[in-house]
C-alpha cells in the first residue's frame, strides 16, 4: 500500500510541474537551496500512537486468525521412519546396516488417513539435522555445468567432486553426489496409489537451468558412493528429483517434495507405503520423515505466521490501551 | 642565499638556473596521477581495510560471497574520489594554462616581442600597459609617470582594495624610454620567499647607465605577480621571480586538513566496531572449528578430508572475518562526503547570510568540518571589523588641552572648532595639517570633481576626511608635492621622507618641506605610549593622557599627534644614515627602526585625535545569543585595554559593574604577573558560587609571561572564566591562546578579518573570516568566511546544528543498517554448521550497501528536528550537539541494539514462515532482505523529523526501486536468484511475512520512541511538540525528570571518554527553570545565574581533571 502511495505521489508531482514548469522548477530549487521545501512535520502525539497501535492490532488479529485457520486446515501425515525401518539385530550399529549393501533395505510403514484429504496431496520427505546449506556443500556445483554439460570444462567450484578417474563428473559436486535416494510406494486398499512424479521440480529451473540435452557422465563410479544414482540415458532437465534435492534448503531441517497423490484420500483410509530405505542418515544422527500433505493458499502447514500474528495484534492492543491509561492518567 | 639576477643578459646562465614563468599549480601529472592518488588514498585506515578484505576475497576457498561484491563498492568509492581530484587538477590545469599562454611584452635581443608569459625568465624585462596583470614579480625600472611612480591593485594578493603606489628605483630615474629596453645590470635579491612586504634587495646598473652606485630595492620598488596595473599607461620591470617561485607562488600551500570531533568520534566508534568484528570472528572461528571436528566430520555428505592443509584452522575465522567485513560500511565515506558538500553548498546558497552592503555571500572553503561548528565551545574573536564596522569616524579631538566635540559627540560640528579652525589660531592649523598630511592616502579625482582617497589605513582615511570637512583639503599628490587647500589658499608640501608605521614603532611619521618658507619639518602621528615619551622636555603631556584616558573610556580610538621643526643639516645627515639602513639587506626593518628613533624625539605633541568605530549591527544579540547557547567568548585585540573593556561592554560582552566583575591581570615583571593571576583565580573560585559575570583582563606583556612560565595556572583560569579580554596582543599569541584552549580539548571557533588574524584563525578548529575592509586576507585563510559578524549565529545555531544532527543520523544509521545484515549472516551460521555460509547472494549484499540502504539516509540532508526560528529563540538547545548527545558511545548503543533486535525479528520470522517445504535458500535470503529493507524504510520515517517531497520520493521510491530491480536482476536466467523474486512476489505467505517484519520490528521501536518522547521528553522534543502543536513554549516547565535519564542515558559516556561533558552540562540543564524563565522576559540576571552554575560546574570538573 505504501508503495503505492509512493509512486502516486511521485507521478503526481511530475504531473504538476508539467504546466508552469520553468516557475515552479525555479522556485524548487531555490527552495531546496535554503532548505526551506514545504515540509510535513509529523508529530508523535498521544492521539496518533494510540490509534496506530490500535489499528495495527485491529488489522492483525483478524489476519492472524485467518492465516491461522488455513494453516490447520491443511492435514499432514508425518511419520518418521529412519530409526524403526532398521532391522533389530541392527538397532545397535545402524550405520553398519545402511552401509551394508547385502542387506535389504526395503521396510514397510502403515498410515493412516484421519481426516478426508482433498487432492492434490502432496507427498515430501523431510531430512532433519541435514545441513544442506553446510558452506562446503553450497559452494560445490556448477550452475553452468547443470546447463551446458561436458562443453563446460571448469568445474573446478565443485570440489572435492568435480572429476573421477581424469574424467569429469556430470553433474559435479557434493549435491548432486549426495542425491537422496530412498523410494516410496504408496499403496491404498488394493491398488498401488497413483503418484505423480513429474512436474515437481520449479518450472524455470527444468526449462532454463538444467540442461536439456545434458545427459549423466561418469557419475557415481567413484569408490565412494554418496547417495542415488542417476539414469544416464535422460537428461539432467527432466530428472526431477536431481533438480529439486539442488534447491538447496537454508534450514538444517526441511522437506522436498517427492511426489503428488492426485486422488482424495477419505478418512479412515489406511496406505501402506513400502519403501527403499536407502540414504545413510545414521552416521549422523539425521532423521527421515515420509510427510503427506494438504496444501492451502498459505502452502503447508506452519501454524507459525497465524500465531505470530495474533501475537503482534494483540500486544498493540495492550500496548495502545496501555498508552491511553497512561495518557488519561497523565496527560501531558 | 641569494640570487643575482642579470638584467637583459640573453646569454647570462641565470636563464638556466632559475625555471621560466610557467605557472603550476597542479597535484599530479598525467604519469603520476593514478599512483600518486591510489597512495594518497590508501594512507588511510579505513581504506587499507576494505583493500585487505578485498584482497582476502579473492582467495575462493574463504571468500563467502563473488569478490565483486567487496571490489565493485571499493573502485567505485575509489574511481569516485579519484575523479574528484582529477577534475580539481584539471580545472587547476585549465586555469594555470590560461595564466601561461596569456602574451605580454617581452624585450628579447634588444627587441620587443610579444610573448606567452610562460617563456619569461628571469632578467627579462617585461613591458606592461594599463589593466594590465602582471604576470610574474618584476622591478620596476621604468614607467610612464615622470614622477617614476604607477599604481596598483593587490586584491588577488592580500585582499586589499584600495590601490598601492610603487616607485621605480631612484637608479632608474630619468632613463629615456627609449633606452629602457637596452638597459642592463644586476639585481642582488634573497631567494624566494612567501613574504609578501618584504623585498631587501639591490640594484646596480652597468654602464653606459651612469651611477654604479648600490640601489636598494624595498617592496616598494616591486610589483607582484597577479596584482593589476591601474592609472598608469605603462611600466616595464626586470623578472627577478618567476613561475611557481613568485611571491604568490611561494605563498600557495596545502592547508592542514582538520578533523572535526564529529569525525574523531565516528573513527573512534569504527575501531570498536572493528573490536567487535574482530571478538566474533575469533569466537565463531573457534566454533566454527570446534563443530567441524566434532559434528562436520560425521556428516559424510560435506566429504571433510581427514587431513587438511597447514592453514586448515585459519580458514573458517577468515571465512567469518570476510562474511563480518560489511560491519564497516563502504559507503559511509562517501555518503559523509557527499552530505558535507552539501552542507557546505547550504551555507554558500544561505540568502539570509548574504551582507546586502557589500552583496557578499557566505562562503565555505573547507567542506569538511560543518558539524564542527555545532560543536564550537569558544569563540575567539578579534575586536576591530569583527565586531566593530572598521568604518573609522573622526569623533572628538583634543587640542593643546581644549576639547573638542564633548558636548555634541561630534568635533566637525563642535562650534569652537569651527570658530578656532576660521580664526586661524596656529595650533588648530597645525594640528589639522598633521591630520592631512601624515598619512599614505591617495587622493583620486573623480570625473564629477569630489575628491576620493584611497587610503590603506580606516584610520588615515578618517582624519583625512575630517580634515578635509574643517577645511584643510588634500587635494592631489603628484610625485612628492602634496597639494593642500586652506581656505581659499593653496599650499604645497614637498615629502622628503616617510618613516613607515609598523606594529611594533606605533607610529608613523613623514619629512616634508614646506614650500612655501622651505622649512623642514617632521610630523608624527601614533599611539600615545610611541609619542608622549618622546616629546620635548619642557612640554606638559598630562592633559594628553588624560584625554587619551578619557576617550579610551568613551571606547574610541585615539592616536596623538606631534610635529618638529628639523634644521637643513640635521636632516641631511640623519637622510644619509635612512639610505643606508634601507639598502642594508640584513635586519633591514630593525636597522631603520633605529634610525627612524633618531628623528623621532623632542617632539612637541599637538593633541589627540579620537575616532570612533562603530560597533557592527547585531553584535550584541549575536553574542547574547551565542552565550545562551553556552559558547564562551574571548576578545583578542590589539587595542588598548580601556578602549576593548569599552567595547566589550557595548556588545554585551561583559555586563557592569554590579553584575559583573572585571578581573585584572597584569605587572611588569615575573613576580607581579605571578601574584597577580593568583589573586584573580582565587576570585575566580569563589565567585562561581555567585550570581556574577566575571571576566578576567590581560595584556600582551602579562601574556607573554603567562604563556611562558605560568602555563599551567592560566590554562585552569581559562578553563574556569566564560570570557576573558586579551589587549594588546601579537598574532601569535593569539594563535597562542587558540592552542591554549585546544590543548584543553576545548572546540575552538576564531574569527577575525584582519592578515593580524590569519595565524589565529588557522590554528583554530574552525576559522572564520569577515569579508570586512581590512582586505580579504583573513577570509582566504578562514574555514568560512562571512560578511557580517552577526551571521555567526546562524552559521552556528543553524548550519552548524543541523550539519551536527545529519551527520550523527546518518553515521549511526550507516552503522545500523550494516550491523542489521551482518548479525543475520552470523545467526545463518549458527543454523549452517558454523560453517561461514552467507545466507545472501553477492548482488543482494553489494547493492545492499550501495543502493537501498545509501539513497534514502541521504535525504536526511534535508531533514530539520526543529525550525530555524526556534533554534534561533531557544539556543540553549546547542548543548545537544556541544556535548555530543548525538552520537556518543551511549547513542551508538542504541543503534547497535536496535540493529541486533531487528536482525532477531528479521531472521526468526524468516526461517520460521519459510520453514519446511519452503526452505528454498535464495527464497529465504530473498525474505530476509527484503523485511531488512522494508525496516529500512520505516526506520528512516521513524527517525526523519520533518518531511519534505524529496524524503518521500528517496524513501518510498526506493523500496519501489528495491523491488524493481530484484526482478530485473530475476529475470535474468543466469543469476542466481533467476524467478526468485516473481515467485515470492506471487506468494500470499511473501506479503503477510513482510509485514509481520515491518510490525514486529517498528512497533517496539514506535512505542519506545513515543514513550521517550512524552514522559522523558529531551529539550529537543519539548520544543518540538511546542513548535508543531503551537502549544506554549513555556510548557519547557514540565520536564523535570528530564535530564535525570539524560544523565543516565549519557552515563557510559564518562567510561570511555576522559572528559566527562555531561557532567558539564547537566546542572544546567537541571537549573532549567532559571533559563527558562529568561526566554521570555530576556531578564538577564537569570540568564547570568545559570552561566555561573556553569563555569562551577566546569571548575569541579577542573579539578576532577587534576
Known amino acids: 500500500?505504501?508503495?503505492?502511495?509512493?509512486?502516486?505521489?511521485?507521478?503526481?508531482?511530475?504531473?504538476?510541474?508539467?504546466?508552469?514548469?520553468?516557475?515552479?522548477?525555479?522556485?524548487?530549487?531555490?527552495?531546496?537551496?535554503?532548505?526551506?521545501?514545504?515540509?510535513?512535520?509529523?508529530?508523535?502525539?498521544?492521539?496518533?500512537?494510540?490509534?496506530?497501535?490500535?489499528?495495527?492490532?485491529?488489522?492483525?488479529?483478524?489476519?492472524?486468525?485467518?492465516?491461522?485457520?488455513?494453516?490447520?486446515?491443511?492435514?499432514?501425515?508425518?511419520?518418521?521412519?529412519?530409526?524403526?525401518?532398521?532391522?533389530?539385530?541392527?538397532?545397535?550399529?545402524?550405520?553398519?546396516?545402511?552401509?551394508?549393501?547385502?542387506?535389504?533395505?526395503?521396510?514397510?510403514?502403515?498410515?493412516?488417513?484421519?481426516?478426508?484429504?482433498?487432492?492434490?496431496?502432496?507427498?515430501?520427505?523431510?531430512?532433519?539435522?541435514?545441513?544442506?546449506?553446510?558452506?562446503?556443500?553450497?559452494?560445490?556445483?556448477?550452475?553452468?555445468?547443470?546447463?551446458?554439460?561436458?562443453?563446460?570444462?571448469?568445474?573446478?567450484?565443485?570440489?572435492?567432486?568435480?572429476?573421477?578417474?581424469?574424467?569429469?563428473?556430470?553433474?559435479?559436486?557434493?549435491?548432486?553426489?549426495?542425491?537422496?535416494?530412498?523410494?516410496?510406494?504408496?499403496?491404498?486398499?488394493?491398488?498401488?496409489?497413483?503418484?505423480?512424479?513429474?512436474?515437481?521440480?520449479?518450472?524455470?529451473?527444468?526449462?532454463?537451468?538444467?540442461?536439456?540435452?545434458?545427459?549423466?557422465?561418469?557419475?557415481?563410479?567413484?569408490?565412494?558412493?554418496?547417495?542415488?544414482?542417476?539414469?544416464?540415458?535422460?537428461?539432467?532437465?527432466?530428472?526431477?528429483?536431481?533438480?529439486?534435492?539442488?534447491?538447496?534448503?537454508?534450514?538444517?531441517?526441511?522437506?522436498?517434495?517427492?511426489?503428488?497423490?492426485?486422488?482424495?484420500?477419505?478418512?479412515?483410509?489406511?496406505?501402506?507405503?513400502?519403501l527403499m530405505n536407502n540414504y545413510n542418515t545414521y552416521s549422523f544422527g539425521g532423521k527421515k520423515k515420509l510427510v503427506i500433505s494438504t496444501s492451502s493458499w498459505l502452502g503447508g502447514r506452519n501454524d507459525f505466521l497465524g500465531v505470530a500474528y495474533i501475537f503482534v495484534g494483540s500486544s498493540a492492543v495492550i500496548l495502545s490501551l496501555v498508552f491511553l491509561l497512561l495518557h488519561v492518567k497523565n496527560p501531558r | 642565499?641569494?640570487?643575482?639576477?642579470?638584467?637583459?643578459?640573453?646569454?647570462?646562465?641565470?636563464?638556466?638556473?632559475?625555471?621560466?614563468?610557467?605557472?603550476?599549480?597542479?597535484?599530479?601529472?598525467?604519469?603520476?596521477?593514478?599512483?600518486?592518488?591510489?597512495?594518497?588514498?590508501?594512507?588511510?585506515?579505513?581504506?587499507?581495510?576494505?583493500?585487505?578484505?578485498?584482497?582476502?576475497?579473492?582467495?575462493?576457498?574463504?571468500?563467502?560471497?563473488?569478490?565483486?561484491?567487496?571490489?565493485?563498492?571499493?573502485?567505485?568509492?575509489?574511481?569516485?574520489?579519484?575523479?574528484?581530484?582529477?577534475?580539481?587538477?584539471?580545472?587547476?590545469?585549465?586555469?594555470?594554462?590560461?595564466?601561461?599562454?596569456?602574451?605580454?611584452?617581452?624585450?628579447?635581443?634588444?627587441?620587443?616581442?610579444?610573448?606567452?608569459?610562460?617563456?619569461?625568465?628571469?632578467?627579462?624585462?617585461?613591458?606592461?600597459?594599463?589593466?594590465?596583470?602582471?604576470?610574474?614579480?618584476?622591478?620596476?625600472?621604468?614607467?610612464?609617470?615622470?614622477?617614476?611612480?604607477?599604481?596598483?591593485?593587490?586584491?588577488?594578493?592580500?585582499?586589499?582594495?584600495?590601490?598601492?603606489?610603487?616607485?621605480?628605483?631612484?637608479?632608474?630615474?630619468?632613463?629615456?624610454?627609449?633606452?629602457?629596453?637596452?638597459?642592463?645590470?644586476?639585481?642582488?635579491?634573497?631567494?624566494?620567499?612567501?613574504?609578501?612586504?618584504?623585498?631587501?634587495?639591490?640594484?646596480?646598473?652597468?654602464?653606459?647607465?651612469?651611477?654604479?652606485?648600490?640601489?636598494?630595492?624595498?617592496i616598494k620598488n616591486t610589483i607582484l605577480q597577479s596584482c593589476y596595473l591601474r592609472n598608469t599607461e605603462w611600466v616595464c620591470g626586470v623578472a627577478v621571480y618567476t613561475g611557481n617561485e613568485t611571491k604568490l607562488g611561494m605563498s600557495r600551500g596545502i592547508p592542514e586538513p582538520k578533523l572535526t570531533a564529529m569525525d574523531a568520534m565516528i573513527d573512534k566508534l569504527t575501531g570498536a566496531i572493528f573490536v567487535f568484528q574482530i571478538v566474533v570472528v575469533i569466537v565463531l572461528g573457534i566454533a566454527g572449528n570446534v563443530w567441524k571436528d566434532t559434528e562436520a566430520r560425521k556428516h559424510w555428505y560435506v566429504l571433510y578430508p581427514n587431513e587438511g592443509p597447514w592453514y586448515e584452522l585459519l580458514v573458517i575465522p577468515l571465512r567469518f572475518e570476510l562474511l563480518c567485513s560489511i560491519m564497516i560500511p563502504i559507503s559511509?565515506?562517501?555518503?559523509?562526503?557527499?552530505?558535507?558538500?552539501?552542507?557546505?553548498?547550504?551555507?554558500?546558497?544561505?540568502?539570509?547570510?548574504?551582507?546586502?552592503?557589500?552583496?557578499?555571500?557566505?562562503?565555505?572553503?573547507?567542506?569538511?568540518?560543518?558539524?564542527?561548528?555545532?560543536?564550537?565551545?569558544?569563540?575567539?574573536?578579534?575586536?576591530?571589523?569583527?565586531?566593530?564596522?572598521?568604518?573609522?569616524?573622526?569623533?572628538?579631538?583634543?587640542?593643546?588641552?581644549?576639547?573638542?566635540?564633548?558636548?555634541?559627540?561630534?568635533?566637525?560640528?563642535?562650534?569652537?572648532?569651527?570658530?578656532?579652525?576660521?580664526?586661524?589660531s596656529p595650533d588648530v592649523i597645525q594640528f589639522l595639517t598633521v591630520m592631512a598630511i601624515c598619512n599614505t592616502v591617495i587622493p583620486v579625482q573623480s570625473k564629477t570633481g569630489a575628491i576620493l582617497y584611497k587610503a590603506q589605513s580606516q584610520d588615515e582615511d578618517a582624519l583625512v576626511q575630517a580634515a578635509a570637512k574643517l577645511h584643510m583639503v588634500f587635494v592631489s599628490k603628484s610625485g612628492n608635492i602634496l597639494e593642500i587647500r586652506y581656505n581659499a589658499s593653496v599650499l604645497h608640501y614637498e615629502v622628503l621622507e616617510i618613516l613607515e608605521f609598523t606594529s611594533e614603532r606605533k607610529r608613523m611619521s613623514v619629512v616634508v618641506r614646506d614650500c612655501q618658507n622651505r622649512k623642514i619639518i617632521l610630523l608624527s602621528k601614533g599611539a600615545d605610549e610611541a609619542i608622549l615619551p618622546y616629546t620635548a622636555a619642557g612640554q606638559q603631556t598630562r592633559t594628553f593622557s588624560e584625554a587619551v584616558e578619557q576617550y579610551a573610556q568613551m571606547g574610541l580610538r585615539t592616536l596623538c599627534l606631534a610635529w618638529r621643526e628639523l634644521k637643513e643639516d640635521e636632516y641631511h645627515e640623519w637622510?644619509?644614515?635612512?639610505?643606508?639602513?634601507?639598502?642594508?639587506?640584513?635586519?633591514?626593518?630593525?636597522?631603520?627602526?633605529?634610525?627612524?628613533?633618531?628623528?623621532?624625539?623632542?617632539?612637541?605633541?599637538?593633541?589627540?585625535?579620537?575616532?570612533?568605530?562603530?560597533?557592527?549591527?547585531?553584535?550584541?544579540?549575536?553574542i547574547e545569543t551565542l552565550r545562551k547557547a553556552g559558547i564562551n567568548f574571548w576578545m583578542l585585540t590589539g587595542?588598548?585595554?580601556?578602549?576593548?573593556?569599552?567595547?566589550?561592554?557595548?556588545?554585551?560582552?561583559?555586563?557592569?559593574?554590579?553584575?559583573?566583575?572585571?578581573?585584572?591581570?597584569?605587572?611588569?615583571?615575573?613576580?607581579?604577573?605571578?601574584?597577580?593571576?593568583?589573586?584573580?583565580?582565587?576570585?575566580?573560585?569563589?565567585?562561581?558560587?555567585?550570581?556574577?559575570?566575571?571576566?578576567?583582563?590581560?595584556?600582551?606583556?602579562?601574556?607573554?609571561?603567562?604563556?611562558?612560565?605560568?602555563?599551567?595556572?592560566?590554562?585552569?583560569?581559562?578553563?574556569?572564566?566564560?570570557?576573558?579580554?586579551?589587549?594588546?596582543?601579537?598574532?601569535?599569541?593569539?594563535?597562542?591562546?587558540?592552542?591554549?584552549?585546544?590543548?584543553?580539548?576545548?572546540?575552538?571557533?576564531?574569527?577575525?578579518?584582519?592578515?593580524?588574524?590569519?595565524?589565529?584563525?588557522?590554528?583554530?578548529?574552525?576559522?572564520?573570516?569577515?569579508?570586512?575592509?581590512?582586505?580579504?586576507q583573513a577570509a582566504r585563510a578562514a574555514d568560512y568566511s562571512i560578511g557580517k559578524f552577526r551571521f555567526l549565529k546562524r552559521l552556528i545555531l543553524v548550519h552548524g546544528r543541523y550539519s551536527y544532527n545529519r551527520t550523527a543520523f546518518l553515521s549511526q544509521y550507516s552503522f545500523y543498517k550494516s550491523l542489521l545484515i551482518c548479525f543475520i549472516q552470523i545467526f545463518f551460521s549458527f543454523i549452517s554448521g558454523v560453517s561461514g555460509t552467507s545466507l545472501f547472494n553477492s548482488v543482494s549484499l553489494m547493492a545492499y550497501n550501495v543502493f537501498y540502504t545509501s539513497i534514502p539516509v541521504l535525504v536526511s540532508v534535508l531533514d530539520k528536528d526543529l525550525s530555524e526560528e526556534t533554534v534561533m529563540q531557544h539556543p540553549q538547545i546547542l548543548f545537544y550537539c556541544q556535548a555530543g548527545r548525538l552520537l556518543n558511545p551511549s547513542t551508538f548503543a542504541g543503534w547497535f541494539g536496535r540493529s541486533l533486535f531487528h536482525a532477531i525479528v528479521v531472521f526468526i520470522i524468516s526461517i520460521n514462515a519459510y520453514a519446511y517445504e519452503k526452505s528454498e535458500m535464495e527464497e529465504v535470503a530473498m525474505v530476509a532482505l527484503s523485511g531488512c529493507i522494508w525496516l529500512q524504510a520505516f526506520v528512516v520515517t521513524l527517525e526523519t523529523n520533518s518531511f519534505t517531497i524529496l524524503q518521500h520520493l528517496a524513501i518510498w521510491g526506493n523500496l519501489i526501486a528495491f523491488y524493481v530491480i530484484n526482478w530485473i536482476v530475476s529475470a535474468i536466467p543466469s543469476s542466481g536468484m533467476y524467478t526468485i523474486m516473481f515467485r515470492l512476489c506471487g506468494q500470499p505467505s511473501y506479503w503477510i511475512t513482510v509485514f509481520l517484519i515491518v510490525a514486529a520490528g517498528m512497533g517496539p521501536i514506535l512505542a519506545l520512541k513515543y514513550f521517550r518522547y512524552t514522559y522523558r521528553p529531551s529539550k529537543i522534543n519539548t520544543l518540538q511538540q511546542a513548535e508543531r502543536l503551537g502549544g506554549p513554549i513555556l510548557s519547557l516547565g514540565n520536564i523535570e525528570p528530564q535530564p535525570r535519564s539524560l544523565e543516565k542515558e549519557v552515563s557510559p559516556l564518562s567510561i570511555t571518554q576522559p572528559k566527562n561533558r555531561s557532567s558539564v552540562y547537566e546542572p544546567l540543564l537541571s537549573d532549567s527553570p532559571n533559563a527558562r524563565r529568561s526566554f521570555g522576559s530576556g531578564t538577564p540576571f537569570d540568564f547570568f545565574q545559570s552561566q555561573s552554575r556553569l563555569s562551577s560546574s566546569s571548575y569541579s570538573r577542573n579539578c576532577k581533571d587534576n
Open chain 2, 1 to 218: 642565499m641569494k640570487r643575482f639576477v642579470y638584467i637583459n643578459d640573453d646569454e647570462s646562465p641565470t636563464q638556466e638556473i632559475y625555471c621560466d614563468n610557467r605557472i603550476s599549480n597542479r597535484k599530479y601529472t598525467l604519469l603520476n596521477f593514478l599512483p600518486k592518488n591510489l597512495w594518497e588514498q590508501f594512507s588511510r585506515f579505513m581504506n587499507q581495510y576494505f583493500l585487505l578484505i578485498a584482497c582476502l576475497q579473492l582467495w575462493s576457498l574463504i571468500t563467502p560471497v563473488n569478490p565483486a561484491s567487496t571490489w565493485g563498492p571499493l573502485i567505485f568509492i575509489f574511481a569516485v574520489s579519484a575523479s574528484k581530484e582529477a577534475w580539481d587538477d584539471y580545472n587547476r590545469y585549465l586555469s594555470d594554462k590560461k595564466a601561461n599562454d596569456k602574451e605580454v611584452w617581452v624585450v628579447r635581443q634588444g627587441i620587443k616581442k610579444h610573448l606567452q608569459a610562460q617563456d619569461i625568465h628571469v632578467g627579462n624585462i617585461v613591458w606592461l600597459r594599463e589593466n594590465d596583470e602582471v604576470p610574474c614579480d618584476l622591478v620596476l625600472i621604468g614607467t610612464s609617470d615622470p614622477q617614476g611612480l604607477c599604481y596598483l591593485e593587490t586584491a588577488a594578493l592580500d585582499g586589499e582594495t584600495d590601490l598601492k603606489t610603487r616607485a621605480i628605483p631612484s637608479a632608474c630615474m630619468g632613463i629615456d624610454s627609449d633606452l629602457l629596453h637596452k638597459i642592463k645590470g644586476v639585481i642582488e635579491c634573497p631567494n624566494p620567499d612567501k613574504d609578501i612586504r618584504r623585498f631587501d634587495a639591490n640594484l646596480r646598473l652597468f654602464p653606459p647607465f651612469i651611477d654604479n652606485d648600490v640601489c636598494p630595492l624595498t
Open chain 2, 332 to 424: 559511509i565515506k562517501v555518503s559523509l562526503d557527499l552530505m558535507k558538500g552539501l552542507y557546505a553548498k547550504f551555507i554558500d546558497w544561505d540568502a539570509e547570510m548574504i551582507d546586502h552592503e557589500t552583496g557578499c555571500p557566505s562562503h565555505a572553503t573547507n567542506t569538511a568540518i560543518s558539524e564542527d561548528l555545532g560543536q564550537v565551545e569558544y569563540i575567539l574573536t578579534d575586536k576591530t571589523g569583527t565586531l566593530t564596522e572598521n568604518k573609522m569616524v573622526f569623533r572628538r579631538c583634543c587640542i593643546n588641552g581644549i576639547f573638542y566635540g564633548n558636548e555634541s559627540g561630534n568635533a566637525l560640528k563642535d562650534a569652537r572648532l569651527l570658530n578656532a579652525v576660521a580664526s586661524g
Open chain 2, 639 to 776: 587595542d588598548k585595554q580601556n578602549t576593548a573593556i569599552q567595547i566589550a561592554l557595548s556588545c554585551n560582552f561583559i555586563s557592569p559593574e554590579p553584575k559583573g566583575q572585571l578581573l585584572l591581570i597584569d605587572g611588569k615583571t615575573e613576580d607581579e604577573v605571578s601574584r597577580s593571576l593568583e589573586r584573580v583565580l582565587l576570585t575566580m573560585s569563589i565567585t562561581t558560587s555567585e550570581p556574577k559575570d566575571v571576566a578576567f583582563v590581560v595584556d600582551g606583556w602579562a601574556l607573554e609571561i603567562l604563556l611562558k612560565h605560568y602555563r599551567k595556572a592560566f590554562t585552569d583560569l581559562a578553563i574556569l572564566s566564560r570570557t576573558a579580554i586579551c589587549c594588546r596582543v601579537t598574532p601569535s599569541q593569539k594563535a597562542q591562546l587558540v592552542e591554549l584552549l585546544k590543548s584543553c580539548d576545548y572546540r575552538t571557533l576564531a574569527v577575525g578579518d584582519g592578515g593580524n588574524d590569519v595565524r589565529m584563525i588557522q590554528q583554530a578548529d574552525i576559522g572564520v573570516g569577515i569579508s570586512g575592509r581590512e582586505g580579504l
Open chain 1, 1 to 274: 500500500m505504501d508503495v503505492d502511495g509512493g509512486s502516486t505521489s511521485s507521478d503526481s508531482t511530475r504531473v504538476r510541474s508539467i504546466p508552469i514548469r520553468s516557475g515552479q522548477c525555479k522556485a524548487f530549487l531555490s527552495q531546496f537551496k535554503q532548505q526551506s521545501l514545504p515540509a510535513c512535520k509529523p508529530v508523535l502525539t498521544p492521539a496518533w500512537v494510540i490509534a496506530i497501535h490500535l489499528l495495527l492490532g485491529f488489522v492483525f488479529i483478524p489476519i492472524g486468525l485467518v492465516t491461522l485457520h488455513a494453516s490447520r486446515g491443511v492435514l499432514e501425515i508425518v511419520d518418521r521412519y529412519d530409526a524403526d525401518c532398521v532391522p533389530e539385530e541392527f538397532k545397535g550399529n545402524k550405520v553398519s546396516y545402511i552401509k551394508d549393501t547385502s542387506v535389504p533395505k526395503n521396510c514397510t510403514r502403515i498410515l493412516k488417513v484421519h481426516k478426508y484429504m482433498k487432492a492434490p496431496i502432496y507427498i515430501y520427505y523431510q531430512l532433519d539435522n541435514y545441513y544442506q546449506n553446510h558452506r562446503r556443500y553450497v559452494k560445490s556445483r556448477s550452475d553452468q555445468q547443470l546447463l551446458h554439460g561436458l562443453k563446460y570444462n571448469d568445474t573446478s567450484s565443485c570440489k572435492p567432486e568435480e572429476s573421477n578417474n581424469g574424467l569429469p563428473i556430470v553433474p559435479c559436486g557434493l549435491i548432486a553426489w549426495s542425491l537422496f535416494n530412498d523410494t516410496y510406494t504408496f499403496i491404498h486398499g488394493t491398488a498401488e496409489l497413483r503418484v505423480n512424479r513429474k512436474n515437481i521440480a520449479w518450472k524455470s529451473d527444468r526449462d532454463h537451468k538444467f540442461g536439456k540435452h545434458v545427459y549423466p557422465f561418469n557419475f557415481q563410479n567413484g569408490t565412494l558412493i554418496g547417495g542415488g544414482k542417476l539414469d544416464p540415458n535422460i537428461p539432467l532437465g527432466d530428472q526431477e528429483d536431481l533438480i529439486v534435492w539442488m534447491r538447496t534448503s537454508a534450514l538444517p531441517s526441511f522437506r522436498k517434495i517427492y511426489g503428488r497423490i492426485e486422488e482424495d484420500l477419505e478418512a479412515d483410509d489406511v496406505i501402506v507405503v513400502h
Open chain 2, 575 to 622: 637622510s644619509l644614515m635612512f639610505r643606508e639602513a634601507s639598502s642594508t639587506l640584513v635586519d633591514r626593518e630593525w636597522r631603520i627602526a633605529e634610525v627612524c628613533q633618531r628623528l623621532e624625539h623632542d617632539l612637541e605633541a599637538l593633541g589627540i585625535t579620537a575616532i570612533e568605530d562603530r560597533l557592527q549591527d547585531g553584535v550584541p544579540e549575536t
